[in-house]
């Protein structure tokens, strides 16, 4: 049987969760069976493209509905489907996906998949109002026009499945569980290098710098919990549009020498292991990868009520906490230290997160599929 070309549609190929988890599994599928390609909305340099040009993917760019109207959109859609003769197109935008596998299946693909990652609109409120009936609009067509529904996780299937969430599958988050395992060698070194003394307790984040990350709340819980010990920093680790705004507040709270902004890391594996305690107060999720890279890591996790239960592997890692005030979690951020454990990766594999193992899931899904069409 020929190479498989699967077409990926997403926002872009940042680093984002689904993009991270989509590139997890680009890196373990075998690709003289299966290639990734990908359909994105931007225009300039992304933080996966090298990697994916040099796996042999292709992106190609397309504006995206909010830019040229809802009609020019679809028909570029149905333009494109027609023009590259895909057998398998998965969709990974969200409601927008219902739009995309209408156009998908006009053009006679035959294999259209929709995969929720998110648990909500990512906007609330009456400005909110317009955009969300749209997208309203589009989650009606989900079902639909899919052969085939994926999820990260229950929450993230109820909320674009509706009453059809039974029918959708579970891709768990899978990451590179070796990446993560707990190491007190590269702990000492990343904590070298950030100049972070042996006694200072870190809290930490990774994740873009967006509304629903709650950063604006993170910092304030870390600015409360400095009440009880000054020997505490806060890592942030990536970037968004929120990120002056953050910075703002830090400085506004005289706190800058307590707070490091890291940037974008490639190496994100690495960094938790100079965390003490993992942090994610994010007002909703469906099933965030970087608390399951965390709990590899052998970290303490508080995360948010709002956060699908099954974000917890039953480690005894995860704590769930309300978002209502930082009272719990500076609680909670006061615990006795504790020992981190190198076995916490293997636990995460055995709970069937391991890239490898999700790989293979979607690579055998893919191939079934193409088969049964002959």
């Known amino acids: 049987m020929e190479k498989i070309r699967v077409l990926h549609v997403l926002h872009s190929m940042n680093c984002g969760g689904a993009e991270t988890l989509i590139m997890n599994i680009y890196r373990n599928i075998d690709k003289e069976k299966v290639q990734f390609d990908f359909l994105v909305n931007v225009d300039t340099q992304m933080f996966y493209e090298s990697e994916i040009n040099s796996l042999g993917g292709r992106i190609f760019r397309m504006p995206f509905l909010t830019k040229i109207s809802p009609p020019v959109y679809e028909r570029n859609l149905y333009k494109f489907f027609k023009e590259h003769g895909y057998r398998i197109v998965?969709?990974?935008?969200?409601?927008?996906?219902?739009?995309?596998?209408?156009?998908?299946?006009?053009?006679?693909?035959?294999?259209?998949?929709?995969?929720?990652?998110?648990?909500?609109?990512?906007?609330?409120?009456?400005?909110?109002?317009?955009?969300?009936?749209?997208?309203?609009?589009?989650?009606?067509?989900?079902?639909?026009?899919?052969?085939?529904?994926?999820?990260?996780?229950?929450?993230?299937?109820?909320?674009?499945?509706?009453?059809?969430?039974?029918?959708?599958?579970?891709?768990?988050?899978?990451?590179?569980?070796?990446?993560?395992?707990?190491?007190?060698?590269?702990?000492?070194?990343?904590?070298?290098?950030?100049?972070?003394?042996?006694?200072?307790?870190?809290?930490?984040?990774?994740?873009?710098?967006?509304?629903?990350?709650?950063?604006?709340?993170?910092?304030?819980?870390?600015?409360?919990?400095?009440?009880v010990n000054k020997d505490s920093l806060l890592l942030l680790a990536g970037e968004g549009d929120l990120m002056d705004t953050v910075r703002a507040k830090v400085k506004a709270l005289s706190i800058e020498d307590k707070v490091v902004f890291l940037g974008l890391r490639k190496d994100v594996g690495r960094i938790l292991q100079a965390f003490d305690f993992f942090l994610l107060p994010s007002k909703f999720e469906g099933l965030p990868l970087v608390i399951v890279e965390a709990q590899a890591a052998g970290l303490k996790c508080l995360a948010a009520d709002t956060i699908s239960p099954m974000s917890d592997l039953s480690l005894s890692l995860v704590s769930f906490l309300p978002i209502d005030s930082t009272k719990h979690w500076v609680e909670k951020m006061n615990s006795p230290a504790y020992k981190r454990s190198t076995e916490a990766a293997d636990g995460v594999a055995e709970a069937g997160f391991d890239s490898l193992t999700q790989a293979k899931k979607l690579q055998s899904f893919y191939i079934e599929s193409v088969e049964a069409l002959m």
């Open 90 to 227: 998965h969709s990974h935008l969200e409601t927008t996906t219902g739009i995309i596998l209408k156009q998908a299946k006009k053009a006679g693909v035959p294999v259209r998949i929709a995969h929720s990652h998110n648990s909500r609109f990512t906007r609330k409120g009456l400005t909110a109002l317009p955009e969300n009936m749209y997208k309203a609009y589009c989650r009606t067509k989900v079902v639909p026009n899919a052969t085939k529904l994926f999820g990260c996780s229950e929450l993230a299937n109820v909320w674009l499945y509706g009453k059809n969430a039974d029918k959708s599958e579970i891709i768990n988050n899978g990451i590179d569980t070796n990446a993560c395992r707990f190491s007190e060698n590269v702990r000492n070194e990343v904590r070298d290098e950030l100049s972070v003394p042996e006694n200072v307790r870190v809290f930490g984040h990774v994740g873009r710098f967006n509304d629903q990350k709650n950063h604006l709340f993170l910092v304030d819980i870390f600015n409360d919990y400095l009440k």
